[in-house]
């Protein structure tokens, strides 16, 4: 007898026996132990690891735990790697999850090329419509939708402050430009420092160990350093801090959460926010059967100015009277 024969009666004979054991549930597959609540299952998957991201994930799993779901979470970091990326997506369609949650544009699009079955709930992604995640923000269609991190008016006011308020003439940047979220924000960045009168001087890097070479780059060349929210980039925003922190250059980012490790402004938005967001939809799909491309993928709805005044200081920025009244500060 061949091998897949001895297995097929194997599997029948064990599911005779389990039948006549008298189990009182037709189906305990998926369910925690003690009691009959589904648990679900899910394919977390993040590009690089950074505070930003990370807070958008603690966002996503306390909303599915104050829907009421239980789930088990099988938690991947692409280490910044786009290949890594795909073959974390490939197994979680091998493993067939219930759900994949994708954490950034580049772990969005692999989930996306890995499955068109599995629901993707995405979060962190600047262009969902140009990453061709969703055919339109108002109807995803597919098996995806989210909450994207690109406030319309992040950047130009973001611009028009260092153009206004800085005195500066010049913009440095540094970013990825193998990272589709990052070529749109270039490309906004670019036009809004066209219409301030600014120029534009860009650095462009590969992986995270270029970050500081290609901030030293812009000595002598930009009057203030403006990181948008580029995954590799921000993985590594210790290495910017540190050129703007020995330059005396004001160092502008894209995320708040890249104040505490150094930055000095930033129009943003809290990324646990989004994150939370993106768990709501998860939780309609896992507990309400909805369709992922039934769900409009959202903006991020708030946007505050926020002030480091601790960087101030060590960056030599002079804090203005005026600033107290638009911004929030701090230490």
Known sequence: MKKWQLGLTASVLSMLLLAGCGDDSEDNAGKSSGDDKETFQIGYTQIV??????????GFKDALKDKGV?????????????????????????????LIFAN???????????????????????????????????APGG????????????????????????????IGTVYNAGEQNSVVQI?????????AGLELVEASVATSADVK???????????VIYIITDNTVVSALDSVVMVANEQDIPLFVGELDSLANGGFAAYGFDYYDIGYR?????????????????????YPDQLKLVINKKAAEEMGIEIKPEWEKEAEFIE
């Not at 098996?143 to 010049?170: H, L, R």
């Not at 799909?285 to 409009?296: R, T, V, Y």
């Open 49 to 58: 690891e950074h505070a930003s991201l990370d807070e958008a994930g603690k």
């Open 70 to 98: 239980e789930a088990e979470y099988d938690e991947q970091s692409a280490q910044g790697d786009p290949n890594n990326a795909a073959t974390i997506a490939s197994k979680f369609t091998a493993d067939g999850v219930d």
């Open 104 to 138: 950034a544009t580049p772990s969005a699009q692999s989930a996306l090329n890995a499955t068109k079955d599995i629901p993707i709930i995405f979060t962190s992604v600047t262009d969902p419509v140009g990453a061709k995640l969703v055919a339109s923000m108002e």
């Open 143 to 170: 098996n995806v939708t989210g909450t994207s991190d690109a406030n319309p008016d992040a950047i130009p006011n973001t611009v028009k402050f260092i153009a206004e308020e800085m005195g500066a003439k010049t």
């Open 187 to 195: 490309e906004t960045m670019k036009a809004e420092a066209k219409k």
């Open 213 to 223: 070479q290609a901030a030293e780059s812009l000595i002598g060349k930009a009057d």
């Open 278 to 298: 993106a768990g709501e939809m998860a939780a309609d799909i896992l507990l309400n059967g909805k369709k992922p491309g039934e769900i409009p993928a959202e």
